[in-house]
């Protein structure tokens, strides 16, 4: 793990380049890293994670600034300028059940080609899929999902990078971490090492890259 | 009594001591204030907590402690988190007891609809899917009709959340058990006769020789 200044750390992350972002509801969203990415004007982000929040929050803000062109989320409901810039093309937005979507993220992330689920089978999430039948039962084959940065949103992280969490903070973040080449961790609290038992740690520091604190 | 609390009262029966329920947005967020007091229902918010409480007063509204729509709630006695793979895991794996959703459309098998009106409306699915495939137990809450026409349905015209029944749906008129692809009216609302029902709804009811009413406190029969 290297420390790192907000602007530099953002500055890693080119134009077009995928990054899935912690958070529910923007509740656990790195939001230094969300601000620092729209005042540097970065374009063509894909971004995945479980949906676009509201306007001015969270994931919300690379939406209606322009950063992301992409978007694979499973909701985008409480966002109307995601569904506006959907509808009139400005951007692609791929829609996947919530339970599917973090499990593609984890199997990307465990090293799996994917993962055999019942959610959508039946449904227009089936279409272009693999339908794989295993004990009678159908299954759709739902592949791996991996991409260039993680943006975490951690609670604790020691001098090291261990990671915790807090509360409902967690969602996504512990998730991504294992599933991006490249961990950005925006953490709200820097503690020394040893602050964080064995027991506590949720993401070992092992996966960390580069480590920021609240601004 | 509005019809919302009618369903929300009815719903909260069917909740049992030491179940891990899942309620969705709108009317099933209302059952919890329903459950008799002392009983410990542990009510899950997809976004990783079990133990789900009230909205915390004013001044105690912590920006990390929230529901599956962002909105600050308390934590109850025994609560805990997780991460989002455990939360979908808990849906999907057979672990979560009952889930309550809301609904656009039911047709005669029990067939929901619930996510999209394409066109018109296309928020995202979220958590129905995996929760319509997953708990053991799905219970619709929803108003009968809507702009007149019936909710319950021969062919569903909108999308399916699930290829997978749901088990019951109550609305502020009547009890529906969905058993081996029929729909059949257990209870009407309190007032309200079984000509009312069918009256009001497109779907073929099985009728059963004797429909009793709902029992809720405070609603007039």
């Given at each position: 793990m290297k420390t790192i200044s907000l602007e530099q750390a953002v500055e890693l992350i080119p134009d077009g380049a995928s990054v899935m972002v912690g958070g529910f509801m923007g509740v656990g969203t790195p939001e230094c890293l969300m601000d620092e990415l729209v005042r540097q004007g970065r374009r063509g982000l894909t971004v995945i994670g479980n949906d676009t929040a509201r306007p001015g929050r969270g994931i919300g803000k690379l939406v209606a600034s322009g950063v992301a062109s992409r978007a694979i989320v499973s909701h985008i409901g409480l966002n109307p300028e995601t569904q506006k810039k959907m509808i009139s093309g400005e951007m692609e937005v791929e829609l996947v059940p919530q339970g599917t979507l973090i499990e593609r993220i984890r199997a990307g992330g465990f090293g799996l080609g994917g993962v055999l689920t019942p959610t959508g089978v039946g449904t227009?999430?089936?279409?272009?899929?693999?339908?794989?039948?295993?004990?009678?039962?159908?299954?759709?084959?739902?592949?791996?999902?991996?991409?260039?940065?993680?943006?975490?949103?951690?609670f604790l992280s020691d001098y090291y990078g261990n990671l915790t969490y807090a509360l409902t903070g967690r969602n996504f973040n512990p998730v991504i971490a294992m599933a991006a080449r490249t961990v950005i961790v925006n953490a709200a609290h820097i503690v020394p090492v040893g602050m964080i038992a064995p027991d506590h740690v949720v993401t070992p520091a092992v996966l960390v890259d580069y480590v920021v604190a609240h601004q | 009594m509005d019809p919302q609390t009618l369903i929300a009262m009815r719903i909260a029966q069917e909740l049992k001591p030491g179940m891990l329920v899942n309620l969705g947005i709108g009317i099933p967020t209302l059952v919890a204030n329903y459950v008799p007091a002392g009983m410990r229902i542990y009510f899950q918010s997809e976004n990783g907590l079990i133990g789900t409480g009230p909205i915390p007063e004013e001044g105690m509204r912590e920006a990390l402690l929230t529901d599956a729509a962002g909105m600050p709630v308390s934590a109850l006695p025994g609560a805990c988190t997780f991460d989002s793979a455990m939360s979908f895991g808990l849906i999907r794996g057979g672990h979560l007891d009952v889930t309550v959703l809301g609904g656009?459309?039911?047709?005669?098998?029990?067939?929901?609809?619930?996510?999209?009106?394409?066109?018109?409306?296309?928020?995202?699915?979220?958590?129905?899917?995996?929760?319509?495939?997953?708990?053991?137990?799905?219970?619709?809450?929803?108003?009968?009709?809507?702009?007149?026409?019936?909710?319950?349905?021969?062919?569903?015209?909108?999308?399916?959340?699930?290829?997978?029944?749901?088990?019951?749906?109550?609305?502020?008129?009547?009890?529906?058990?969905?058993?081996?692809?029929?729909?059949?009216?257990?209870?009407?609302?309190?007032?309200?006769?079984?000509?009312?029902?069918?009256?009001?709804?497109?779907a073929a009811l099985t009728v059963p020789g004797e429909v009793p009413q709902m029992h809720i406190e405070g609603a007039d029969s």
């Open positions: 227009t999430v089936e279409e272009g899929k693999r339908k794989i039948e295993v004990d009678g039962a159908e299954y759709l084959l739902e592949t791996a999902l991996t991409a260039d940065f993680a943006l975490v949103e951690a | 656009l459309q039911l047709d005669e098998r029990g067939q929901l609809a619930n996510w999209t009106i394409p066109g018109k409306m296309v928020p995202g699915m979220g958590g129905a899917m995996d929760l319509v495939t997953g708990a053991k137990r799905v219970i619709v809450a929803m108003q009968h009709s809507a702009k007149g026409a019936s909710k319950i349905v021969k062919q569903l015209t909108l999308p399916p959340t699930s290829s997978r029944t749901v088990h019951l749906v109550v609305t502020e008129l009547a009890v529906i058990a969905f058993e081996d692809g029929v729909a059949t009216l257990r209870e009407t609302a309190p007032g309200v006769s079984v000509q009312q029902v069918l009256a009001a709804t497109d």
